[in-house]
């Protein structure tokens, strides 16, 4: 039976953390709680404290010379060894996690760990702010408590009411629609100026039965992106858009981690990769570009977002990525490159085109794949948005399909 | 009987939003409708677009010519109006929104006026990425989807399963504590800084069988804090902590709005104010400070905080603004200043002592009171943390209380 996993530091939250314990037990959702507090303590843990910190490799006393960083960083590495357990175990219906600025650090080790499906809850007031590094991509829900989460009134006792019962409904609204059929389910990356292509691939999939489903990658949906494909979620994935990767390497806005382009291939779905947008790193508003960017080609995209152009040197380095990132796929793989260009700013007359930035790339791929590859580098004469280029995406992914 | 209200463009999410209404009347829970959509047409709404572009004084057709944004802002104050009457008429149990960036806007329009108490819903992508706009300061969740809001797919339909859930359990879940308990709670706000203040005064307002509700003055908190006071859920307030407006007049990172220190006069509620924390202005990383702070005094707070000390004409500055922000209050007000510090830093021997700064405050909130103002100006011989300090504070709100 799966139950919800409730992880926070009951040292210092111990109040507000057994309310919220007592309060899932009312609910018959009794939870399974994880001490992730330095302090220790017997809290009646399902796993305390001092089993936490010695499944990270320390007994309780051997944490303060780490300092407090260091200390909340074992605790959380602890925790996410016995969240992974847990879920091994088929054991986990939602993860909870409640406090302050520490639940959130540990709210955001632990709810990557669980897989996309299982509901992911964070109570805290860090929800009020830049929340990508709590997302993470992952299918999350936040409440933002008001007050802070310290000691009992009857506020703090409504919010967790609250959050007890959302925890409950989506523990068991879970079962209801099952988050994806992975037999026919094809993964894609979209960015405006790569909409024509996509909007082509979803056409030309639908018509052979297939859903597409589309990834925003802003950096967050990369990350979705990359979760739903390692886990298994699709049946192959078409990466039409890999501009996060630019923002990585070059210092945009929009990074979407290291973990960017290397699902498909551990996870061996097979693959379709398209340098979409290559052309451009995202940056912020036009008063605020680095100085080292200024000189570039620039277009603004909007009050908030300059797009400046990538050289043909940064994308030689974005194909050696690319190429190692992929590494030896367990599947069909294949790059295809649009030689026309890649994204609606680099098209012939448009302020980015620039052919000899495509051709980097390509040889950037090429130096960058061992030899005997299993990975097909294939250069295509059509722009990025070309129909016939979707159709190769398509195509590409689809003689493998066991279907 | 209190309803989920929906409110979302079903011009362009007819789909999405659709399968949001069917899913949450198939659980006993029929919402009341608001189309938003610039495009009307006809989706059975209760609040169709029509009559929502009436409500702000233009037909669907006078739409256009205010260009996009102009359009969406008509659309939006429509919603709100009608919104405040479901509001009035007690209609309203729990407020959802769901889409893409309009849904977002709208949320951020809407959820204001939604008491606190009452749940407010949002799912978006844009839930990722700087929430503070959305949440506001009050009782809000936010669910990430995945995926954008577009179309019908099992990805999103498994979410949208998820937001029904949760709203149908947080409208239930709502009756069972209530918010507040006005007659014997408190408000305070605080910072690190002024944190012994706030701990002695919450030790007296415990043994007088009162209940502190300590708002975090980051911004957000702020924000809560005005809108608890605002809708009368505290029997009296002590804003210890105003640094947010330093920010806010200042360019600091934490501003909380024009609302601040408005909400005591304006709702009658008694109150004591003291300039905590108003020696600093809160900016970010040592190395993106702007020029004009850096040869200021400044403390390095944490690697991403830099605290910047505000000057005697800046501390006039905010004296009369918080003179004028009070107005003509409707009960008890006092500004009791401790002429011996603002906070922790502000203290004798401390990085930013400087009585000049506190006295100019002092003078600043003298000249902003009109004649015979009922606001009382009190120079304390004290810091701002002495036991004493925090004795006058909760004795300036004690006596008017009804008990």
């Known amino acids: 039976m799966s139950r919800v996993v409730v992880a926070g530091t009951f040292d210092t939250k111990a109040e507000p953390l057994g309310l919220l314990v007592e309060k899932l037990r009312s ?57 992974r357990q847990l879920v091994d175990g088929g054991a986990v219906g939602a993860l909870v996690c409640m406090g302050g600025s520490n639940a959130a650090a540990a709210f955001s080790v632990l709810a990557p760990i669980v897989p996309i499906g299982v509901p992911k809850i964070l109570m805290a007031t860090s929800v009020a702010g830049e929340t990508r590094a709590l997302v993470h ?22 919010m967790i009411s609250r959050l007890a019962h959302v925890s409950v409904a989506l523990l068991r609204a879970g079962g209801e629609h099952p988050v994806s059929a992975p037999e026919d389910s094809v993964a894609l990356t979209m960015y405006g100026v790569t909409n ?9 999939l639908v018509d052979r039965g297939l859903e597409p489903l589309v990834f925003h990658a802003n950096g967050t949906g ?43 291939s ?7 990769i398209a340098p979409g947008a290559i052309d451009m790193i995202c940056l912020g508003p036009l008063a605020s570009l680095p100085e080292r960017f200024r000189s570039r080609r620039h277009v603004a995209h909007n009050d908030l977002v300059t797009l400046v152009r990538t050289t043909p040197e940064e994308n030689h380095r974005l194909g050696r990525t690319v190429a190692e990132r992929l590494g030896t796929p367990g599947a069909a793989t294949s790059v295809l490159v649009p030689m026309k260009g890649v994204s609606q700013l680099d ?29 097909s580098l294939v250069r295509m ?3 990025i948005n070309d129909r016939e280029f979707a159709e190769a995406l398509v195509a590409a992914v689809d003689p493998v399909r066991a279907r």
Chains 1, 2 share one sequence.
Do not use: K
């Open 222 to 264: 990369g990350r979705s992106f990359e979760s739903f494909v390692r886990q298994g979620l699709v049946a192959s994935a078409i990466d039409v858009t890999i501009s996060e990767l630019a923002d990585e390497l070059f210092g945009g806005l929009w990074p979407a981690g290291s973990g960017r382009l290397t699902g498909a």
């Open 196 to 204: 024509p292509c996509v909007a082509h691939c979803r056409e030309l």
């Open 381 to 383: 004469d059509h722009h």
């Open 266 to 272: 551990l996870s061996a779905v097979p693959q379709a």
């Open 137 to 158: 991509g992952g299918d999350v829900t936040m409440l933002y408590p008001i007050l802070d989460i310290e000691g009992d009134n009857r506020i703090l006792r409504s």
């Open 347 to 375: 098209i012939e007359g448009g302020a980015f085109h620039d052919p000899g930035s495509v051709e980097a790339f390509a040889e950037g791929v090429a130096s960058g794949l061992p030899p005997h590859s299993p990975v």
């Open 27 to 83: 609910l018959d959702a009794p939870p399974v709680t994880i001490d992730t507090g330095v302090f220790g303590g017997d809290h009646g843990c399902d796993h305390p404290a001092e089993a936490v910190a010695e499944t990270a490799g320390y007994s309780l006393e051997e944490l303060p010379p780490l300092g407090r960083a260091g200390a909340v960083s074992a605790m959380a590495t602890g925790a996410a060894r016995i969240l």
